[in-house]
């Protein structure tokens, strides 16, 4: 059987929980928009549909273009714990970058280079779902408006769908079902075939120098021993391998350097 393995990501309370219902056609997903939880953090859904196994790991991006150094191991240590488990899944295909259908901000772009450059080296194509867009008389005319402005911030996309997680009383001719046949069509252009496993190697001091970069240099990240013992605690490494990925870490050549 067929299978699709996506990250859903963006910011608490912009709507990833009703995107995965707009999927699944089915609540499966507890629509909680005062939910909070730390960068990385993720939760994974599996279900059916039209014969396709779509699995996927609805996870917390950013709050601020900044996070703050005390949110720095947390995200470490979720980001490390949901790329283990997407290796036992045997890789990702889709990154879908979940905004509100307002205004594009620092945030917006912050996210999408913490997911699309980052996390995933831009090996995975990465789709935009623009919520809560109800009040659109034709949902899609919000695309025509703001693409110019999204691709200022330099966020490409494969694909997009404009939808509302409202249901409208299921009409046939309403929004909501306009919207899951928007999330229908985007998911029919994407497949398994170029699945991305994240490489051993290096993967992890990439992803702690990318974090950094969002963190700024606030003097709050651990460094030498403490990160060491920090990244053996988090994230299960044994000493020679925090030491290792510390070492690519800290030089100028073996990682990228993150966004710029």
Request: hydrophobic share 40%; aromatic share 6%.
């Amino acid at each position: 059987m067929r299978s699709l393995n996506i990250i859903l990501f963006g910011e608490t309370g912009v709507g990833k929980s009703s995107v995965i219902n707009l999927i699944a056609n089915s609540p499966v997903a507890d629509v909680s928009p005062d939910v909070e939880g730390c960068t990385m953090q993720s939760k994974e859904y599996s279900f059916t549909v039209g014969g396709v196994v779509v699995s996927i790991w609805d996870t917390v991006g950013l709050e601020e273009p900044e996070m703050g150094a005390n949110g720095y191991l947390p995200a470490i240590e979720k980001a490390y714990s949901l790329i283990q488990r997407l290796r036992v899944a045997g890789g990702i295909d889709l990154l879908l970058f979940c905004i509100r259908g307002n205004r594009v901000t620092m945030t917006t772009q912050s996210n999408y280079r913490l997911f699309y450059e980052v996390l995933c080296g831009q090996n995975v194509p990465i789709a935009l779902v623009i919520t809560h867009l109800e009040r659109e008389v034709v949902m899609e005319d919000w695309w025509d408006r703001n693409k110019r402005s999204i691709e200022k911030y330099g966020i490409k996309c494969s694909a997009h769908a404009c939808v509302t997680g409202l249901p409208d009383n299921r009409n046939s001719n309403g929004k909501y079902a306009m919207s899951r046949k928007a999330m229908d069509d985007l998911l029919k252009q994407h497949d398994a075939s170029g699945r991305y496993i994240m490489p051993e190697g290096d993967w992890l001091a990439r992803l702690m120098k990318g974090l950094k970069f969002f963190v700024g240099d606030k003097g709050g990240i651990p460094k030498g021993k403490k990160l060491e013992n920090a990244l053996i605690k988090r994230c299960g490494l044994d000493s020679a391998a925090a030491r290792h990925v510390i070492q690519a870490m800290e030089s100028e050549h073996s990682t990228p350097s993150g966004p710029s």
